[in-house]
């Protein structure tokens, strides 16, 4: 690990402050993404402002019947929310199948969102690799990945979201609400707080290097039933291969892009009264990829549709 | 200067910010006990609880626990009497090298808690029901901790023996 500065934030504002003045520093939360990362050498920042301790972890409601996560609150506190087990239970599924218990008690909402995009080859700094070295090239669009993103890559880049919990978030519109040293607040839908990969896939969100997500904001969650399923490699503590969110009439498709894929085509066959075979397939329509992966993306949405409306696996 | 408390003994140590939690308790404070598996988050073998609450030690820095309390394998019998879990682990023989174990009993230890708390897991059937301890509700909780040598069915039996104990 090459040699940082560490400084703990007294507040929010100390925080801002901190990573205004000091060029490629970096906020800390639970560090179990920048501090692997850190110990590969894959992320070097000079300097580290850990926020662990600010007073951002609060889960509260909402005037309009929504819920306010802090973005400090660890991913198992989410996860054993009364009230996001009753009313967002998708996002605590979500939540529940990833990492282990040990990393989810530590992973924070903010970090989950801000994790690195990644492929296998990004993690090893001997691969060329353009998210981690600009221009190097991209070692997975020729080589072995069962997690290629099936929408939205780029010539230079096909690494996905490994998060699960923003699939989830997406399905449920929820908006992350960010502050900069300046003072300014913005709020940006999680759907769309990654960048897709075009011409620059070393930069994974828009958020600016002193931009702090304060918390995540989750509107009612819209009627009808709700499903989380994720396919991967082994029964537990692995990533996705694939992942679905089905909230009501509301689809989100996670590890097929650089961001949270709401499957806008699959939501509009489906107010047009299609199968939930044919509404999955109107998403992978516009899919690009290897056969063998859209079609295990197809029938896993079709298959957690069908649950959402009919109550039952098949 | 960080403060620490570990296994009820106080530490103010003075480490470089790249120290982990898990090298400072192996290299700073002599506690071997915790094993460092992958030191990438992935095998679970430096598990250990901070504040009641059990987390991979390779993946969080020392300086990260200032005025926070570590409880390790170590700090677990009271004098010669061995805490549940590792008496169960004894009982049960669910180990053969033992490499994993220390953190293996430290997960259980966490879980026992989490369950008392009725925090749910990804096998838990009803999310808006109380946690009852099935089989499956243990292999999903324990799957953090990777053991190389597969003692996995004298695991689960040794952590649902000391679950028994605990009710
Ligand atoms: C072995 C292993 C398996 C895993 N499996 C899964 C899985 O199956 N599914 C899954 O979804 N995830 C998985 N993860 C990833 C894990 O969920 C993330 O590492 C975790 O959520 C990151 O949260 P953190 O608080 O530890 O972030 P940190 O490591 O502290 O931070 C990550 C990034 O977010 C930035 N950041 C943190 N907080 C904020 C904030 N409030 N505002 C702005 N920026 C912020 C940091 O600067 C940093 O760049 C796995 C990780 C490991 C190590
Ligand atoms: S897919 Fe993206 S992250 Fe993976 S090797 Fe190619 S450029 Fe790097
Ligand atoms: S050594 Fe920490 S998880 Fe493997
Ligand atoms: S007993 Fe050998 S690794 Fe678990």
Known sequence: ?314 | MTTIRVNGVDHAVDVDPRTSLLDLLRERLDLKGTKKGCDHGQCGACTVLVNGVRINACLSLAVMHDGDEVLTVEGLASGEVLHPVQQAFLTEDAFQCGYCTPGQICSAVGLLAEVAAGQPSEATADLDGPVTLTDAEIRERMSGNICRCSAYPQILAAVRRAAGAAA
Not at chain 1, 134 to 147: I, N
Request: proline share 7%.
């Open chain 1, 1 to 314: 690990m090459k040699p940082f500065a560490f400084e703990r934030a007294r507040d929010v504002d100390h925080a801002l402050s901190l990573a205004a003045s000091s060029p490629g520093a970096r906020f800390l939360a639970g560090g179990t993404n920048i501090l692997d990362l850190m110990k590969l050498e894959i992320e070097q920042p000079p300097r580290l402002i850990d926020v662990g301790r600010l007073p951002l972890a609060e889960i509260s409601e909402t005037a309009s019947g929504g819920l306010r996560i802090g973005a400090l609150a660890t991913n198992t506190a989410v996860a054993s929310d009364p009230r996001v087990r009753r009313r967002y239970p998708a996002l605590a599924r979500a939540i529940l199948a990833g990492g282990s218990v040990q990393l989810r008690n530590k992973a924070s909402v903010g970090g989950n969102l801000m994790q690195r995009t990644r492929c296998p080859y990004f993690m090893d700094a001997a691969k060329p690799c353009n998210k981690r070295l600009p221009g190097s090239g991209c070692s997975a669009m020729e080589g072995l990945s069962s997690t290629l993103a099936l929408f939205g890559a780029s010539e230079m880049c096909v690494a996905v979201s490994p998060s699960d919990m923003s699939v989830a978030l997406a399905a449920f519109d929820a908006v992350a609400e960010t502050v900069r040293a300046d003072g300014s607040v913005q709020r940006r839908p999680v759907e769309t707080l990654h960048r897709l990969p075009g011409e620059a896939p070393q930069v994974d969100t828009d958020l600016a290097p002193d931009e702090l997500i304060l918390a995540v904001e989750l509107p009612p969650p819209p009627p009808g039933r709700q499903v989380w399923r994720k396919v991967r490699a082994r029964a537990s503590y692995t990533g996705a291969i694939a992942s679905v969110a089905v909230a009501g009439d509301r689809v989100a498709l996670g590890a097929v892009a650089a961001r949270p894929w709401r499957a806008r085509f699959t939501e509009a066959a489906l107010a047009d009264g299609a199968s939930p075979a044919e509404a999955a397939g109107a998403e992978l329509a516009h899919a690009d990829g290897p056969e063998s992966r859209k079609s295990l993306v197809r029938r896993l949405a079709a298959d957690a549709i069908r649950e959402a409306k009919e109550g039952a696996a098949s």
